[in-house]
C-alpha cells in the first residue's frame, strides 16, 4: 500500500507532532509526513519541523484576514496532495468547506475523554482545571475524526487514567500528555493502515 501524505497542524510545542515524527522515523507508521502547518509565528512545533526536515509553513492567523486564511490553509493542503490532515494542539476551528473536502479525513486529539470536558473554551490548562475541579476519579485522552462541530466528531480511540487526590491541572496534564504521544500516532498508524472505517457515529477498526 503506497504510504498516506499527511499534513500535521499546530499552534503550540508541538509535542504531539514530535511523537507522530518518532514513530515516522521509527518506520512504524505507513505514511509521509509532507508539511507542517502552524498558525502562530512562535509555535515550537515549526522548529521541531525544521530540525527534522520536514517542509514547515506558518499561516499566520493574526495577520491573514479571516477568509483568506481559509483559503491558504485549504491550498496548501491540497496543493501538497494530503491525505490526512492530523490536529495536534491547533488551536482554531476549521472551516465548513475544509471539513467537507477532508470528511473523514481529518484527526484531532483532545485532552479529556469527550464528551466529558470539551467544546467552546475547552483548551490547554483549563481542561485539566475542570477535570480536577469536578472531582472526577478518571480522566484521559480522546482522538477522534473532526466534523462540523466542536470536538464532536466519531472516536477512534479513548484512553484513560487515574486522578491522584492532590493532583492539580499541571500534575494531570503531564499525565495525560504521555497517554496522548501513544494515541494520537496509534490513531494514524490505524488510518494510513486502512483499518478505520466510519459508520454513523462509530469508529470500526478491523484487525
Ligand atoms: C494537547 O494537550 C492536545 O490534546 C491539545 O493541545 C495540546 C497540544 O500539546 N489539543 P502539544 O503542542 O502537542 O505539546
Same mark, same amino acid.
Request: proline share 4%; with cysteine; net charge positive.
Given at each position: 500500500m503506497p504510504p498516506i501524505r499527511i499534513a500535521v497542524l499546530i499552534s503550540g510545542s508541538g509535542s504531539n507532532l514530535q511523537?507522530?515524527? =518518532? %514513530?515516522?522515523?521509527?518506520? /512504524?507508521?505507513?505514511? /509521509?509526513?509532507?508539511v507542517v502547518i502552524s498558525n502562530k509565528e512562535h509555535a515550537y512545533g515549526l522548529e521541531r519541523?525544521?530540525?527534522h526536515n520536514i517542509e514547515s509553513l506558518l499561516i499566520d492567523s493574526k495577520t491573514v484576514e479571516h477568509d483568506e486564511y481559509n483559503r491558504?490553509?485549504?491550498?496548501?493542503?491540497t496543493e501538497r %496532495?494530503?491525505? !490526512?490532515?492530523? !490536529?495536534?494542539? +491547533? !488551536? %482554531?476551528? !476549521? =472551516? %465548513?468547506?475544509f471539513i467537507e473536502v477532508y470528511k473523514d479525513r481529518i484527526i484531532n486529539i483532545h485532552p479529556s475523554l469527550?464528551?466529558? $470536558?470539551?467544546?467552546?473554551? $475547552? +483548551?490547554?490548562l483549563k481542561v485539566h482545571q475542570s477535570a480536577v475541579d469536578y472531582g472526577v476519579k478518571l480522566s484521559g485522552a480522546t482522538v477522534h475524526f473532526v466534523d462540523e462541530k466542536e470536538d464532536n466528531?466519531?472516536?477512534?480511540l479513548q484512553k484513560s487514567t487515574a486522578l491522584d487526590f492532590d493532583d492539580t491541572a499541571e500534575s494531570l496534564q503531564r499525565k495525560i500528555l504521555d497517554i496522548e504521544h501513544e494515541l494520537l500516532p496509534e490513531a494514524i498508524r490505524l488510518f494510513c493502515d486502512r483499518k478505520l472505517k466510519v459508520i454513523g457515529r462509530k469508529v470500526s477498526i478491523s484487525k
Open positions: 511523537a507522530i515524527i =518518532d %514513530k515516522m522515523e521509527n518506520c /512504524e507508521i505507513n505514511g /509521509e509526513l509532507v519541523a525544521r530540525i491558504l490553509i485549504l491550498n496548501a493542503v %496532495k494530503v491525505e !490526512l490532515v492530523v !490536529l495536534a494542539g +491547533y !488551536l %482554531k476551528i !476549521l =472551516d %465548513k468547506k469527550i464528551p466529558s $470536558f470539551c467544546g467552546k473554551g $475547552f +483548551y490547554g466528531g466519531p472516536i477512534i
